[in-house]
């Protein structure tokens, strides 16, 4: 099983980025996902999720009306759409798949995001 995140990088406060998870090993389309992130000397944080089939997301309220999580199923891809992005912001974007009702769980190595004032 393999989730790579890719997209991060180093932008100025007010730009945007857009993150993706690639997974590959699961079925996909079966698996509750969710992006993360930690912060140094922080606690690792839940950013967005969103449901397998896509139809139900939910947002951090720090994020809310900023970042739009999303999902391709066909191409085993989720999105984060970070917009209007924030010096603290700046954190490691992680990946999630959970498939609860079996117990699996999976993560992705991260990506880093750093905001600019």
């Known amino acids: 099983v393999q989730l790579v995140e890719s997209g991060g990088g180093l932008v100025q406060a007010g730009g945007s980025l857009r993150l993706s998870c690639a997974a590959s090993?699961?079925?996909?389309?079966?698996?509750?996902m969710a992006w993360y992130r930690q912060a140094p000397g922080k606690q690792r944080e839940l950013v967005a999720s969103?449901?397998?089939?896509?139809?139900?997301?939910n947002y951090a309220d720090s994020v809310k009306g900023r970042f739009t999580v999303s999902r391709d199923n066909a191409k085993s891809t989720m999105y984060l759409q970070m917009n209007s992005l924030k010096p603290e912001d700046t954190a490691v974007y992680y990946c999630?798949?959970?498939?609860?009702?079996?117990?699996?769980?999976?993560w992705g190595q991260g990506t880093q995001v750093t905001v600019s004032s």
């Open positions: 999630k798949a959970t498939k609860s009702d079996l117990g699996l769980v999976y």
């Open positions: 090993g699961i079925t996909f389309s079966i698996y509750a």
């Open positions: 969103i449901t397998s089939s896509g139809g139900d997301t």
